[in-house]
């Protein structure tokens, strides 16, 4: 993993601990494309543990407008699309968790 790419994540990660705090994030997985109408976004998977806990709505609200700051400051223009998913459903969509 290029040290960007490491950057990349490891931004992600703060921003979802400063609003989640009690999460159990295991693992980010920002990936650079173009939507259909042709705008660069930057999917980003979120990998939580298996937990019956729900995030808070209060603080999802707040979520890309505090990523989209973070990532500007470090030269990623790129808007963010956010899906998350239970360590369980990744292993089914075969991301690699660290």
């Given at each position: ?49 298996n ?32 899906s998350?998913?239970s ?12």
């Amino acid at each position: 993993m290029s040290t960007n790419q490491e950057g990349l994540k490891a931004t992600i990660k703060e921003v979802l601990m400063e609003l989640f705090p009690d999460a159990p994030i295991e693992d980010v997985f920002p990936n650079p494309m173009v939507d259909d109408d042709g705008d660069p976004i930057l999917r980003i998977f979120v990998v939580l543990g298996n937990t019956k806990e729900k995030l808070d709505p209060k603080a999802r609200l707040g979520l890309i407008r505090k990523l989209r700051t973070r990532l500007a400051e470090i030269g990623h223009d790129e808007f963010p699309v956010v899906s998350f998913y239970s360590s369980d459903e990744a292993r089914k969509l075969r991301f690699e968790t660290a």
